[in-house]
């Protein structure tokens, strides 16, 4: 009789998880369960009747490395390759992206002009920074927050502007408490490889990068060198795709069925759900770490201890669209560094990357606003109680002052992401390591994916679920 694998998290992991387990050659028996009413977690989009479509989550993914070409390979599996959005290298959404620093637009530099010579927002030519760079010392701590680490290499300014803004459009979070080891490997390890992190990215780390399979998309978004994509009816369609993948594929798919509690008893897990308890053989939790930690035994209290440690941000996402206007600029979008405001985290420039969303109705400008992340609560108060028309002004606001763009939105909605992007806080690399020994040494059948642990974009849970469910089954999947 084959195992039964429980999957806990209906998100983008945990669907990618199910997707592995039944591809395998001799699959188990597979039960996703999902606490809301939807499967897609953050993969949320909403369509218009006349065809616009608006992302309340991820709006893009990067085909590039590995886990890019893994993830076409997905797509490609999913019947979905005809839905692709491509955004190539070369167009603007791809080569020009903004800071509003001083009350103004500013493109970040590019190019060696932006090298030689004093780019605004920043004071001094960036030739200065990457000369620091090369003279500086490695340093020595295991970890760093990812401002100390700029500060220390490239100087104040960088810190303060470009990565304080970095760290807020990837992970909605303050510089000063994530860590760089865990949010940004591939600068720690360039640093720690090469004594200089632009030497390190430079001559990489020597070794030949594995590829990825090899799928016809992965192969044309190679040869026509993409920047990004997303799918004609929006990211969720890869959720959507992925159910009925998974329901053709005899998973049991059940929504409104949040877990418990979990209990591992003569190496059988009972999960307790709201009107049943059922057991299974291995339970893959793809849910965020503090709502894993929530459901474990009082034995496992030193594995929610580490768990209840990996915090999490909320976003207000506010989609808004104007009919005839037009950008004062052209790009992806804008970041604003924490200085600047730290209520509003950015804009992007929906309509630049992807017109083809606009809709069949008038011309029109599409926008979403981003606020809160780390300053949510202290701006806004608790995310579940947030006015939506308080933060409809807030980024109608942004709007007016930052792209000129007067007058009321013909559509608008917002969308408050409560949770939804993890925090790599100092040490987090060690808080891993922690989890893996309590699991290794208790030899409990339970393995963790998703965005809590090594990376927050959907490539990154797409990846995480392959490999744990390859270590599951004792060789990665195809």
């Known amino acids: 009789m084959a195992p039964t694998v429980a999957v806990v998290g209906g998100g983008i992991s945990g669907l990618a998880a199910c997707y592995h387990l039944v591809r395998a050659p001799r699959p188990p028996k597979v039960l996703l369960l999902e606490a809301s009413g939807r499967f897609g977690g953050w993969l949320q989009s909403t369509r218009t009747p006349e065809g616009a479509v608006f992302e309340h989550g991820p709006r893009g993914v990067r085909p590039t490395g590995v886990v890019g070409a893994e993830t076409l390979h997905m797509v490609s599996e999913l019947g979905l390759g005809g839905d692709i959005l491509p955004v190539p290298r070369d167009h603007p959404a791809s080569r020009k992206r903004f800071l509003y620093s001083g009350g103004s637009l500013h493109c970040l530099p590019s190019g060696l002009g932006g090298l030689l010579w004093a780019v605004p927002p920043f004071s001094r030519a960036l030739l200065w920074a990457g000369l620091r760079d090369l003279v500086t010392p490695a340093g020595t701590d295991p970890d760093e927050s990812a ?22 459009g990837i992970f909605a979070g303050d510089s000063r408490t994530l860590s760089v080891r865990s949010c940004f490997p591939g600068l720690f390890r360039a640093e720690r490889s090469r004594g200089s992190v632009l030497l390190g990215m430079a001559l990489g780390d020597g070794g030949r990068s594995p590829r990825g399979p090899e799928s016809g998309l992965a192969r044309r978004a190679r040869a026509e060198r993409w920047s990004q994509w997303s799918l004609r009816g929006g990211m969720e369609g890869l959720a959507r795709g992925l159910v009925a993948f998974l329901a053709s594929h005899g998973v049991e798919l059940r929504c409104s069925t949040p877990l418990r509690h979990l209990c591992h008893r003569h190496g059988r897990w009972q999960l307790t759900l709201p009107d049943e308890i059922i057991t299974a053989d291995h339970v893959v939790s793809a ?36 009919e005839g206007v037009s ?26 990357a992807f017109p083809q969303h606009d809709g069949a109705g008038p ?23 947030a006015a939506p028309a308080l933060l409809l002004q807030r980024a109608q606001k942004a709007a007016r002052d930052h792209l000129g763009l007067h007058g ?7 969308t408050v992401q409560q949770d939804c992007i993890p925090q790599y806080t100092l040490g987090h690399w060690q808080r891993l390591e ?8 208790q030899q409990l059948p339970l393995s963790l994916v998703g965005a809590s642990y090594t990376g927050v974009s959907v490539n990154d849970c797409i990846a995480s679920a392959k490999a744990a469910v390859g270590q599951l089954l004792g060789s990665p999947p195809d």
């Open 408 to 414: 009321t939105p013909s559509r608008s909605i917002v």
């Open 147 to 168: 401002h100390a680490f700029a500060q220390r290499r490239f100087g104040p300014e960088v810190a303060e502007v470009a990565v304080d803004s970095l760290c807020r």
């Open 434 to 441: 922690r989890i893996s020994q309590f699991l290794r040494e």
């Open 327 to 352: 950008l004062p600029v052209t790009g992806f979008g804008h970041l604003v560094p924490s200085s600047e405001d730290p209520a509003l985290l950015g804009i992007v420039y929906d309509s630049v």
């Open 363 to 385: 011309p029109s400008v599409r926008l979403t606003v981003m606020l809160g992340g780390a300053w949510f609560r202290q701006i806004f108060g608790e995310p579940a109680a």
């Open 287 to 322: 849910v965020p770490a503090t709502a894993l930690a929530k459901a474990l035994p009082p034995e496992a209290e030193l594995l929610a201890r580490e768990l209840r440690h990996i915090p999490a941000v909320s976003v207000a996402v506010v989609n808004l669209q104007y």
